[in-house]
């Protein structure tokens, strides 16, 4: 049980990881969008 909770959890960090590396992606875009007008 415990290890199934482990292993959840780990999937749940590596998803937020690619969350917040695709939002922090989308800003920079979006800074050298704003950059170029």
Known sequence: MRYLQHH???????IAGSLT????????WKGNSVAYI
């Open 8 to 14: 959840k959890w780990k999937r749940l960090n590596k």
């Open 21 to 28: 590396l695709c939002m922090a992606m989308l800003d920079k």
